[in-house]
């Protein structure tokens, strides 16, 4: 049973970035699934999750207009699409699952709450 995050890499402002979360052993279409990022020397902040039904989305403010949360249940992953990247945007971003006893609430931008947490993948936006 694992997550695994990758698509990361070195990109110059203004560039795009496909992040891909991949499950194996689970079914992640049953799951909300989240994305986070953490910078060095700041704290991890939820950027974008998706419920299991897909029906809810959450993006945080400053990510509003420029990522994009999707699920391909076919490839049992949860893409982050992220256009306009900006220097402020470089961090280790994971994704992970909200625990199936929290299906019913749909998404949380609460990192506590996710009880299953794939390694990261490095984004770093610099010129």
């Known amino acids: 049973v694992q997550l695994q995050a990758s698509g990361g890499g070195l990109v110059q402002p203004g560039g795009s970035l496909r992040l891909s979360c991949v499950a194996s052993?689970?079914?992640?279409?049953?799951?909300?699934t989240g994305w986070f990022r953490q910078a060095p020397g700041k704290e991890r902040e939820a950027i974008s999750c998706?419920?299991?039904?897909?029906?809810?989305?959450y993006y945080r403010d400053s990510v509003k207009g420029r990522f994009t949360i999707s699920r391909d249940k076919a490839k049992n992953t949860v893409y982050l699409q992220m256009n306009s990247l900006k220097p402020d945007d470089t961090a280790v971003y994971s994704c992970?699952?909200?625990?199936?006893?929290?299906?019913?609430?749909?998404?949380?931008?609460?990192?506590?709450?996710?009880?299953?947490w794939g390694q990261g993948t490095q984004v770093t936006v610099s010129s």
């Open positions: 052993g689970f079914n992640l279409a049953y799951y909300s």
């Open positions: 992970a699952t909200l625990p199936l006893s929290l299906v019913d609430s749909g998404c949380s931008d609460q990192d506590n709450l996710y009880s299953f």
């Open positions: 998706i419920s299991s039904n897909d029906a809810i989305s």
